[in-house]
């Protein structure tokens, strides 16, 4: 009988740990997993020159079921983390999985600083609008007037742009896509990697078990189809009237610049003085 062809996604999990996985019927976290793994695959990377890590969250879980070098580490502190490594070993390629609440509320001032710097960070951030894992309180991308366990009545605060937070901040790679749009969102990641600085990819992802149920948005299939009708790409905003385009989900790449890299930069300092 012949061998069954091993799918590309199976060659890089770890089959005799943690499985079956933590994510309700569903979620889109394992669409963005296959994205990330497949975006490796095309780019020919050797596992061991990667690390993947994570904070706290529904999407923080993500490294433990991937073979690469993984650390999975505190609420908030995964950026911190994955720059002692780029400093430690800067021809690693760090990537940052991460969610909307564990970037933006608890980890904002490292997701800012991070930018700032420049640091050759490979970030992909799942925003599904709220803290899935730890009971449905309403995070900083949380819709206003949207309810959440925390915002019973409905969220009284205005949301986090995130990209343009990313852009303020001074990084140099920004884009966003969504979950139903894996082949874009997997092209996406492969730049994102390949760029040398800051890099932010914010996938829209559905919670139909927590967010949605709270916000009667129907079941998985319907919060999908939602992410295809609710969203544009970017070179369609400007030939679009601007009633079409309020509102919407605007994906793409945001910003693509070069500027130089801290690793780079704090290693020709270090190289300078050592010259003296």
């Avoid at 780019?43 to 490294?63: F, H, N, Q, T, W």
């Avoid at 092209?187 to 600085?197: C, D, L, S, V, Y």
């Avoid at 829209?204 to 149920?213: D, M, N, Q, T």
Wanted: glycine letters at 8%.
């Amino acid at each position: 009988m012949a061998a069954v062809p091993q799918k590309t996604i199976h060659k890089y999990l770890r089959h005799n740990k943690k499985f079956p996985h933590v994510w309700c019927p569903g979620c889109s976290n394992g669409i963005v997993l296959g994205t990330i793994i497949r975006a490796i695959d095309d780019l020919k990377l050797e596992r061991d020159d990667i690390a993947m890590v994570s904070g706290i969250g529904c999407s923080s879980r993500m490294p433990v079921y991937v073979d690469f070098n993984t650390l999975h580490t505190l609420h908030g502190r995964a950026i911190p983390f994955a720059t002692g490594i780029k400093m430690f070993k800067p021809h690693m390629k760090v990537i940052v999985i991460t969610g909307d609440g564990d970037a933006t509320a608890i980890g904002g001032n490292h997701f800012i600083h991070a930018a700032r710097r420049n640091i050759d960070l490979t970030v992909i951030l799942i925003n599904n609008n709220i803290y899935g894992m730890t009971g449905g309180q309403y995070s900083p991308t949380t819709p206003h007037d949207d309810v959440a366990t925390t915002m019973p009545y409905g969220n009284i605060d205005n949301p986090f742009n995130i990209c343009d937070l990313a852009i303020g901040a001074g990084a140099t790679f920004v884009s966003r896509t969504t979950a139903y749009h894996a082949i874009e969102a997997q092209n996406m990641i492969k730049k994102a990697i390949a760029h040398e600085g800051f890099s932010l990819v914010e996938v829209i992802s559905a919670c139909p078990v927590i967010y949605g149920k709270l916000n009667k948005k129907g079941n998985a299939p319907k919060m999908m189809n939602q992410m295809k009708d609710n969203s544009i790409p970017l070179a369609a905003v400007n030939k679009l009237p601007k009633e079409k385009v309020e509102g919407k989900i605007i994906r793409g790449i945001l910003k693509e610049v070069d500027r130089p890299e801290y690793t780079k930069a704090y290693q020709d300092l270090v190289d300078k003085l050592n010259n003296k």
